[in-house]
C-alpha cells in the first residue's frame, strides 16, 4: 500500500471538514483554510487578520470559500449547511 506523505499547508487539500453553527460572540478555535456553504446566502464573518466584520452577499449553494475567518456571526447570516474545512 503507497504511502501517502506532504507537508501540510494552505494549498494542500482539506483533511477534515466540521459542521459549523454561527455564533455572535464565539471565536472559531482552529483557523480553517476554507469553508463549504451548503445552502447558498449571505454570512457575516470576520477573518483572522480583520478589526470589523463584513458581510459576504449572495453566496451560492455548494461555493468553498478560500477565506479564513476568526468569527462566523449568526446575526446577518443567511447562508445554512456550512462546514469549516481544515
Not at 67 to 83: C, V
Request: net charge negative.
Amino acid at each position: 500500500m503507497a504511502r501517502y506523505d506532504h507537508t501540510e499547508n494552505l494549498t494542500t487539500p482539506a483533511e477534515r471538514a466540521v459542521a459549523l453553527v454561527p455564533h455572535d460572540s464565539n471565536q472559531i478555535r482552529e483557523t480553517p483554510k476554507a469553508i463549504f456553504v451548503g445552502t447558498g446566502g449571505n454570512i457575516t464573518m470576520r477573518g483572522i487578520e480583520e478589526a470589523a466584520d463584513t458581510v459576504w452577499k449572495n453566496i451560492p449553494d455548494g461555493a468553498i470559500l478560500p477565506f479564513r475567518p476568526k468569527f462566523i456571526r449568526a446575526t446577518g447570516t443567511t447562508a445554512a449547511d456550512m462546514l469549516l474545512l481544515y
